[in-house]
């Protein structure tokens, strides 16, 4: 095997970097951050990400490390329910699993446990410097790499080299808020409500700790008077069914973040060129809708990384994945454009639709996951 240069500690970096090395390449893995601590806030892993870390080796201390996401759905602000999920019937579904729910931080030092002699080099940019000869400025030494690995991220700035005319990344027409925090005092479990043009997302993790994410439908580059995003999350959320108010209530102000949020609309022609591969959100940014991002990152990497030693294996893998991570894309932007409807005629009608669907049609909800959740990895 070759000499593979990883831009990116990420999860997609990281995961990339230990399925190459359990493949026999020499891994050098750059990250411009000077730690590998990621911004704190929690992450679900589904069923087809957990099918590909056991692929290398990680499932089953993801799994140990998790909260099982359990029983839920999508409810409305006051907690009626429009659509919901039995974990069990998840599980038969997909091969003994459905989502487990963890810290990213968590992940991805698990992932960095195993980079089993792989190079990792922090607080060091990597520039490409050709993509025909693998020639990559590592800090003050220059690398000739058999294979790039670009996980860069949504603003990548390798994806702009290798493309430069393609479309940047779109506002996908709302802002996102995230924290952890210690867990509500009263009855909860993993759900998602809907407002019009707001999300709150609630998902226990272990530790008696809770992730919780919410949206908001308003123009780009926005911010909460004063700086103060846990007021504005209370101003939004304050009246919505337990345990919303008692989480924000319990967050700690400095951990609140808040992130627009931005979606690769136009998708690329290629998701590798010469002897670069793009992964991640550096190939396909999407948005969290469907809860994909961090578990296409890993599929990506493992399909990647079965592949890049074989003769056209580049070509290959851009032909395993790019339909299907476009399809997700898209899909997802659909979802987000439901979440961000204002009009109360619109927003009536979409629930009513959601809990026709969810009454008349068991679990509906879960079949329509089928062709994400039940991905499995290609024997390579």
Partial sequence: ?????????????????????????????CERAPSLDPVGSGLAVAANALKALDEIGAG?????????????????????WLSRTSEAAAAARYGGDSVVLLLRATLVNLLAERLDGAELLLGTA?????????????GDREI???????????????RRALFPAHPAPEYAGVTAWR??????DVPFGTTESWGAGLVFGVMP????LVYCYA????????????????????????????????????????????????????PLPTLHRGRVALLGDAAHAMTPNLGQGACQ???????????????????????????????????????CRLTRMRNPLAVRLRDSVMALGNRYGGQAMLRQMDDVLGWRPPRL
């Avoid at 095997?1 to 026999?24: N, S, Y």
């Fill in 126 to 138: 990597a520039e490409l410097v050709d993509a025909e000869t693998g020639a990559v400025r590592v």
């Fill in 60 to 80: 089953e201390a993801v799994r140990k490390l998790s909260a099982i996401r359990g029983d839920g759905g999508i409810r409305r602000a006051d907690g009626r």
């Fill in 297 to 335: 990152a890993i599929e990506d990497a493992v399909v990647l990384a079965g592949l890049a030693d074989r003769p056209g294996g580049l070509a290959a893998y851009t032909a395993a994945r790019l339909p299907r991570t476009t399809a997700i894309v898209r899909r997802s932007r659909r979802i």
């Fill in 215 to 266: 949206t908001d439908a308003v123009p780009e580059g926005g911010a909460a008077p004063g700086g103060d995003e846990k007021a504005e999350l209370a101003r939004l959320f304050g009246g919505w069914h337990a345990p919303i108010p008692q989480a924000i209530a319990l967050a700690d102000p400095a951990t609140v973040m808040r992130h627009d949020i931005y979606s690769l609309n136009e």
């Fill in 1 to 29: 095997m070759g000499h593979a240069v990883v831009i990116g500690g990420g999860i997609g970096g990281l995961t990339a970097a230990v399925a190459l090395r359990r493949r026999g390449w020499t891994v050098t893995v």
């Fill in 179 to 184: 924290f952890v925090a210690p867990r509500p």
């Fill in 144 to 158: 000739q790499a058999d294979l790039v690995v670009a996980v860069d991220g949504i603003r990548s700035a390798v």
């Fill in 205 to 208: 993790l272990v530790d008696d």
